[in-house]
């Protein structure tokens, strides 16, 4: 496959090591949390974050909601890497929920592309701890659409004007 566009993967090469950076009008949820990008590559993306209070149920542990919502999050990070120029949808997500994590505690979150077909692409994803003992594992498939993603024509525009 043509990538048509490596500038979101750029964007985010230059952030490693640092929260992950703003991807101009993606709202994602997990840039409320401060996730630090560990890693990033085409169709692979590493992301930590720190367990926070509004991250957790009442057991102070992560929240199975919140972990589905960061999953589909990341994957679509995934995604976005691979360089095209319309927007993919999730169309569905299986999560197995495996382990805990605690209030406090550090989880990583990682996905990856398995396969990249001409209109649905499948991804794999799993949250674990600093041990990398698993916490959960995700499988998802994503639907291209013919809808132009706004932050490859941010990036696009961003790129003629310098």
């Known amino acids: ?15 490693i090591g640092n929260n992950l950076p703003d991807l101009h009008k993606i709202p994602m949820i997990t840039s409320k949390y401060n996730g630090k990008l560990i890693s990033v590559s085409r169709g692979e993306i590493r992301v930590q974050f720190l367990i926070q209070p509004q991250m957790t149920n009442p057991l102070g542990i992560l929240h199975g909601g919140m972990q589905c ?64 003992k698993i916490i959960s594992v995700a499988q998802s498939d994503l639907l291209k659409t013919q809808i132009d993603s706004d932050y490859i024509q941010s990036l696009l525009n961003e790129k003629q004007d310098k």
Do not use: P
């Open 69 to 132: 919502t960061l999953i589909d999050d990341i994957i679509g990070i995934a995604v976005a890497t691979l360089g095209n120029d319309v927007f993919s949808m999730s169309i569905n997500l299986q999560i197995n929920y495996l382990g805990k994590a605690k209030l406090g505690e550090k989880i990583y979150i990682s996905a990856r592309i398995i396969r990249e077909g001409r209109n649905i692409i499948h991804a794999s994803a799993k949250i674990s701890d600093i041990n990398d």
């Open 1 to 15: 496959m043509i990538v048509k566009n490596a500038n979101i993967l750029k964007h985010l090469t230059s952030a």
